[in-house]
C-alpha cells in the first residue's frame, strides 16, 4: 500500500456539510471517513453536565450522510469525541442513533465503541499510587474532593485504542472523548504510514475548511498520504488550499507553533515544508513524531461552581460611561452588603463591557479608547438559582437608577433589549481536570465494546 486517502466531512459534527462535496473527496479513492464530534471549546458546562452541544437530531443527519457512504464504499467510518466531552452518556446517544439509521437503512454491521469516561474511584486510587498528577493550567491539585465536584472525567485518547478497534475489524467506531488528529492518523499509522506525517494530516482533516480558502468549517477535505508527505485539498471546486492556510492550521492551538504535544510524544513540524503542487492541493512534509519516555494522556473534566444568572443591559449614557468602572464598582459594594457570604454563601459577581473590553478584558491594549455604547452583561454565580437570579436583578437595579456625578438621566440609566430582564442559565461548572495520567498500556483506561448491527 503505497498510499491512503482519508475524508473529513466537516470540522465539527452536527454543523452540517454539503453532501455533493463529500461525494467528490470520496470519488478520489477514500480509505476511510474520519469525523470529529467534540471539543472542549464550548467552555465547561457541556464537560461538566455530560450535555451534547447540539441537538440530537442534528447529529443523526451528519452521521446518516456519512453511515450511508461509508457502507456503500465499503470503508470504516471513524468518529472521535461523541458529542461534545466524549462522556459514556453522549457515546451511548451515538450508538442509539448509528442503530437506528442501520435499521432504517437496512444496514448490518460490525461497530466499535471506545469508552473514555474513567471511573472516579479507580482514579482516586490512581493519583494516590502516583502522588499527584502534572497540571497543564489548574493550580490547584487534583484531589478527591475536586474530582466529586465534577461532572465525567475523560482521557484524552491517541490512536491505539482506534487501531485496537479497526484490528478487531470494526466497520464503525465511535470513540469517546480522542485527540482530534488521532481520529484521522489510527488507520494510516496501523498500515505502517510514518507517526510524524499521519498525525499533522490529522491535525489538518480534523476542522475541515479552516485550512482552505475561503475558510468554511463545513467544507469536507481530502488527504492523501504516501511515505514521505501528505496532500490535503478541499472537496468542492470553489475551494482551495494554499501553502499559508495550511502551515496556518497547523499552527492552529497551541503554545509552541512547532511542537504538538499529544498522547505518548510531540509531533515536531520545525522542518515542515509547504508546497503548491496544483492550484488547490498543498503537499507538506517533514514532519516528525518523537515519543515521551512514558505514555501520558491528557484527563479533562469540569466541576461543578454553582447556578449562573445572567443579565444584559444596553448603556448609552456618556456621563455614565465616562465613569463606568467606578459606578459597577459602586453597584457590587451595594450588592454585598445586600447579600453577606455568611447568609447568601459564596457568591461571585461579574462585569462583561462588550464595545469597551468584554473580549480581552484585562490584556485589552487600548485603555484610552471612550466608548459610544456599552452592552453590558452582569453575571452572578451563586449556590443556589434563587440567589443568582437576586444578586444579579439586584445589581440591575442598582444599576437602573444609581447616581453619579453629573447624572441627567434620572428615570433610568439602562436599556433592555428583551423582558424578562433576567435570564437564569442554571448550573455552572469550571475547568478544573486538565492533568497528565501515565498509563503502562495506552488502552487500559479506553475499554472497547464489539456491537454486530443487524436490520
Known amino acids: 500500500m503505497d498510499e491512503i486517502v482519508g475524508v473529513a466531512p466537516c470540522g465539527s459534527l452536527g454543523s452540517g456539510y454539503p453532501p455533493e462535496a463529500l461525494k467528490a473527496a470520496l470519488d478520489e479513492g477514500a480509505h476511510f471517513i474520519g469525523q ?81 469516561e474513567l471511573d472516579k474511584n479507580a482514579l482516586k486510587r490512581r493519583i494516590s499510587d502516583l502522588g499527584g498528577l502534572a497540571s497543564l493550567g489548574p493550580e490547584n491539585e487534583l484531589d478527591a474532593d475536586i474530582i466529586d465536584r465534577c461532572g465525567p472525567i475523560c482521557g484524552q485518547m491517541g490512536v491505539e485504542p482506534i487501531i485496537k478497534a479497526l484490528e478487531a475489524g470494526a466497520d464503525v467506531i465511535l470513540c469517546g472523548r480522542a485527540c482530534d488528529d488521532a481520529v484521522f492518523a489510527a488507520m ?30 463545513a467544507e469536507p477535505m481530502l488527504g492523501r498520504l504516501s511515505r514521505d508527505a501528505f496532500d490535503v485539498r478541499p472537496g468542492a471546486e470553489a475551494f482551495k488550499c494554499t501553502p499559508t492556510s495550511v502551515a496556518a492550521h497547523s499552527l492552529y492551538e497551541r503554545g509552541d507553533p512547532c511542537i504538538q504535544p499529544g498522547p505518548g510524544g510531540t509531533n515536531d513540524l520545525t522542518d515542515c515544508t509547504f508546497e503548491q503542487i496544483d ?57 454585598q452588603k445586600r447579600f453577606p457570604v455568611s447568609s447568601a454563601g459564596d457568591w461571585k459577581l461579574a462585569y462583561h463591557a462588550y464595545g469597551r473590553d468584554a473580549v480581552m478584558g484585562s490584556l485589552e491594549p487600548d485603555r484610552d479608547f471612550v466608548a459610544k455604547e456599552i452592552g453590558l452583561l452582569i453575571e452572578a454565580v451563586a449556590p443556589t438559582q434563587e440567589a443568582a437570579n437576586a444578586i444579579a436583578m439586584f445589581v440591575r437595579g442598582t444599576l437602573q437608577h444609581i ?44 475499554p472497547m465494546q464489539l456491537v454486530d448491527v443487524k436490520n
Open 188 to 217: 494510516p499509522i496501523l498500515k505502517g504510514f510514518n507517526r510524524g506525517l499521519a498525525l499533522h494530516m490529522g491535525k489538518i482533516l480534523e476542522c475541515g475548511g479552516i485550512s482552505a480558502v475561503p475558510c468554511d468549517l
Open 36 to 116: 470529529d464530534a467534540g471539543s472542549t471549546d464550548m467552555g465547561p458546562y457541556y464537560h461538566g453536565s455530560g450535555q451534547a452541544f447540539l441537538p440530537r437530531s442534528t447529529y443523526k443527519h451528519d452521521l446518516e450522510i456519512m453511515l450511508t457512504q461509508a457502507i456503500e464504499r465499503n470503508i470504516p467510518l471513524i468518529v472521535g469525541s461523541v458529542f461534545t466531552s466524549g462522556a459514556r452518556d453522549q457515546l451511548k446517544i451515538g450508538a442509539e442513533i448509528i442503530e437506528e439509521i442501520a435499521r432504517e437503512k437496512g444496514y448490518s454491521f460490525k461497530m466499535a465503541l471506545v469508552d473514555a
Open 403 to 446: 447616581g453619579y456625578p453629573g447624572i441627567v438621566t434620572t428615570a433610568g440609566n439602562l436599556a433592555y433589549p428583551f423582558s424578562p430582564f433576567n435570564v437564569p442559565v442554571g448550573p455552572a461548572y469550571r475547568f478544573s481536570v486538565y492533568h497528565l495520567l501515565p498509563l503502562e498500556d495506552p488502552c487500559e483506561v479506553f
Open 279 to 335: 492550484p488547490r492541493t498543498v503537499r507538506v512534509a517533514g514532519s516528525r513524531f518523537v515519543p515521551d519516555e512514558r505514555y501520558m494522556v491528557k484527563l479533562e473534566g469540569a466541576e461543578f461552581i454553582g447556578y449562573r444568572s445572567i443579565v444584559m443591559v444596553g448603556v448609552r449614557d456618556p456621563i455614565m460611561i465616562a465613569q463606568f468602572d467606578h459606578v459597577l464598582e459602586e453597584a457590587r459594594a451595594r450588592a
